[in-house]
């Protein structure tokens, strides 16, 4: 385990389906954020917290809403998903902002948009 | 809009060479570069991270050169061996936001 984890491991849901994804860190770490990982694609940046406050919304659809309650947990509700949004979704955190250190991610969230 | 730029093509190699991966870039100067390992199934793992007025680091094996001249960094894995074997991202940044490439294959055969 890398210190990040992520619930579930993989994930099948109905274009009509509520769920939501959770990523919880006990690095101390500061900085948490969602990334959508598709085949053959770069990572792509979702969200980002700091100090659980949003920081960052890349242009992601409305049907993606992230939630940060404390500095340790980060979730992504998903409502109304498409068969596109089918991914890896990571969970990553660091230190700070700047991630001198580096991202510790999670091992993901398979999904599977049916 | 910034672009970062690894071989699409996997890199099969023999077990004992150097294996070396490029990541270029255009339309950014990034402060910072940094380098993941991600095996199938498992979110990518922090390698090194190199900064602008930085020519080389090393870690053990790895080595990574950093020319912003040329907008392009370098990869390197010593003396590699099978377990090497995963897929490597390059990551560029400025303070809050980096930018991932998608990645290079790397096969290290027996």
């Known amino acids: 385990e890398t210190g990040v984890t992520q619930t579930p491991r993989h994930l099948v849901m109905g274009m009509t389906n509520k769920k939501s994804l959770k990523c919880e860190q006990h690095?101390?770490?500061?900085?948490m954020y969602w990334y959508k990982q598709s085949a053959k694609k770069p990572l792509e940046l979702m969200f980002v917290?700091?100090?659980?406050?949003?920081?960052e919304n890349n242009s992601v659809p409305s049907r993606f809403s992230p939630e940060c309650p404390n500095s340790s947990h980060l979730f992504l509700h998903l409502h109304t998903l498409q068969p596109e949004d089918s991914a890896l979704y990571l969970c990553?955190?660091?230190?700070?902002?700047?991630?001198?250190?580096?991202?510790?991610f999670g091992s993901g969230t398979r999904l599977t948009v049916v | 809009s910034q672009k970062i730029e690894q071989n699409s093509e996997a890199l099969n190699i023999q077990e004992g060479k150097t294996a070396t991966l490029t990541c270029n870039y255009t339309n950014y100067s990034p402060a910072y570069l940094q380098w993941y390992r991600q095996d199938p199934g498992r979110g990518p793992v922090f390698l090194l991270l190199i900064r602008e007025n930085e020519k080389e680091k090393r870690k053990e094996r790895l080595k990574v050169t950093f020319d912003t001249t040329l907008k392009q960094s370098l990869f390197h894995i010593t003396a590699s061996q099978p377990a090497d074997s995963a897929t490597y991202l390059c990551a560029l940044g400025n303070f809050n936001k980096f930018y991932f490439g998608s990645g290079t294959k790397l096969n290290v055969k027996p």
């Open positions: 990553a955190s660091s230190q700070d902002l700047q991630a001198s250190g580096g991202y510790t």
């Open positions: 690095l101390g770490h500061n900085a």
């Open positions: 917290y700091s100090l659980e406050e949003r920081v």
